[in-house]
């Protein structure tokens, strides 16, 4: 009989190609879990956002790294609209990831360049420097930083980039830092398929909701850690009508829960219509935020609650 002395391994997708600030913070995961369980990880690289969060949700891979919120540009829509859609997932940690970005050109000069390619966060985080020093040239958005690099052929062509993925493929910097903020920041959000399959609950007549737990009354998996320091969620409210967004925020206030990002979204269904995610400061394993989320039902036309979860800082 043989005995297997291999690791165990763990597939994790980001947005890709390699040299991705999302590489970057999956890198930095990798390093994290293989410290703390001492697993062996496989990145793996996906065109879009979407893909990689999908990815996680049918199980081709363990988990997958996405961009959520920047500190300049506000959040990254297509995580939040993708997540809300796809009931699977869970968040098992955030990273905060500071972000440098590199004008990267075969160009002599800014004088020879026409088009500038990157992802449309980079480009609107450096909207004051190209403004400044390359007014005339065209913004062309891509898939993400790294992916840009590929139309550096021309002379006339710049992308911005992370640093790190100039020097990977061995391509010139004609100018760094050019993010307009210095304390640029991006958090990331590590997901993974839930435990189980998420219970339905029906909370009263006009309200559903849908969490990642075993047990409708929890809201929350028992296998949560007990010292999480923020839950994350989202809800559609049953009509659009005055104090609708101010009772479910009037539970969290009455119980001094600090909420520290609120935000919506269309809900895609008519004009006017929205879902609310929300970042909540508390562990949803406390009693007290549990209350707190029991009574947001009656509120609420739809809830899905994404996980309670530590924040781990990159340097």
Known sequence: MKISLAKPSKRIAHLGPVGTNAETAALAYV?????????????CPYSTISQALEASAVGQVDYSVVPVENSIEGSVTVTLDTLWRLDQLRIQHALVLPISHALVSNAKNFNEIQKVYSHPQALAQCQVWLG??????????ANSTTEALQYLEDRDVAAISSPRAAELYHLPVLAQPINDYPDNYTR?????????????????????IKSITQSASKLILDA??????????????????????VKPLQVFASRGINLSRIESRPTKRSLGEYIFFMDVEANACQAFVRS???????????????????VLSVV
């Open 224 to 245: 949560s850690p007990s010292n999480c320091t923020h839950t994350s969620l989202a809800f559609s409210v049953p009509a659009n009508m005055p104090g609708a967004l």
């Open 31 to 43: 390093n994290w879990l293989s410290l703390e369980t001492n697993l062996e990880c496989t990145l």
């Open 188 to 208: 990331f959000w590590v997901l993974s398929r839930s435990g189980g399959e998420i219970a339905n609950v029906e909370p009263g007549e006009r309200s559903s």
């Open 132 to 141: 400044q020093f390359l007014p005339s040239a065209q913004l062309i958005p």
């Open 292 to 310: 707190a989320l029991e009574e947001l039902k009656n509120h609420t036309e739809t809830l899905k609650i994404f996980g309670c979860y530590n």
